[in-house]
Nanobody, 129 residues
Framework: QVQLVESGGGLVQAGGSLRLSCAASGRIFSNYAMGWFCQAPGKEREFVAAASRSGGTRYYADSVKGRFTISRDNAKNTVLLQMNSLKPEDTAVYYC??????????????????????WGQGTQVTVSS
């Protein structure tokens, strides 16, 4: 498995922005799709965004489209989640995830939880109204 360490969470007012960062080690980073999930109190974990191994193809949950942007820097083994126009309902613990298998196709973007086998420890994002 790959080791994932998130940073960048915190408390922000509604309408504000945060940028989450995830540093990866232990695999050839550029071979794997990466993503973000979140889990709000009392709710199940849900998909937020994912990027193909090249970063050229990205997929977002409907709830964050137009507000969040996932990107990756394969030279630095990092993946970012830029979160703009934050809403109180975005409050959750956000997890960086790595795909379970190297991507055969450069544009492949997994979005299901079973597609990922490595999870970071999570970073708390709290949006106040």
């Amino acid at each position: 498995q790959v080791q994932l360490v998130e940073s960048g969470g915190g408390l922000v007012q509604a309408g504000g922005s945060l940028r989450l960062s995830c540093a990866a080690s232990g695999r050839i980073f550029s071979n794997y799709a990466m993503g973000w999930f979140c889990q709000a109190p009392g709710k199940e974990r849900e998909f937020v965004a994912a990027a193909s191994r090249s970063g050229g193809t990205r997929y977002y949950a409907d709830s964050v489209k137009g507000r969040f942007t996932i990107s990756r820097d394969n030279a630095k083994n990092t993946v970012l989640l830029q979160m703009n126009s934050l809403k109180p309902e975005d409050t959750a613990v956000y997890y960086c995830v790595c795909a379970a298998s190297p991507s055969l196709y450069a544009n492949y973007v997994p979005i299901r939880e079973p597609d990922f086998d490595s999870w970071g420890q999570g970073t708390q994002v709290t949006v106040s109204s």
